[in-house]
């Protein structure tokens, strides 16, 4: 499969972004997708994660209650809405597929190349 995120860019404190990460995969609804970020000088780190179904998700303690996680199989994306923006959320994020639910990055089985999130005012 295939991954491509999209969606990031510059924005100021408290502002929102939508990432979407398309899969060219025809078995999309089949895996597990999460989202990871990685900051500058900064281990890689979960964000939030999905099941095929879209009926469970789970998120980091730092974005809980601001990120939202969500795809659409019919259009074999995976979407990560994020309000309420802090400098701290400023990173490369990447979606990833995986054939469970889990938080760990060594568990994914593909991923997109990352779409740059900076928040500064």
């Known amino acids: 499969a295939q991954l491509v995120e999209s969606g990031g860019g510059l924005v100021q404190p408290g502002d929102s972004l939508r990432l979407s990460c398309a899969a060219s995969t025809q078995t999309f609804s089949s895996y597990d997708m999460g989202w990871f970020r990685q900051a500058p000088d900064k281990e890689r780190e979960f964000v939030a994660v999905?099941?095929?179904?879209?009926?469970?998700?789970y998120y980091a303690d730092a974005v809980k209650g601001r990120f939202t996680i969500s795809r659409d199989n019919r259009r074999d994306t995976v979407y990560l809405q994020m309000d309420s923006l802090k400098p701290e959320d400023t990173a490369l994020y990447y979606c990833?597929?995986?054939?469970?639910?889990?938080?760990?990055?060594?568990?994914?089985?593909?991923w997109g190349q990352g779409t740059q999130v900076t928040v500064s005012s």
């Open positions: 999905i099941n095929w179904s879209g009926g469970s998700t």
């Open positions: 990833a597929a995986a054939t469970a639910l889990t938080t760990n990055a060594e568990d994914y089985d593909y």
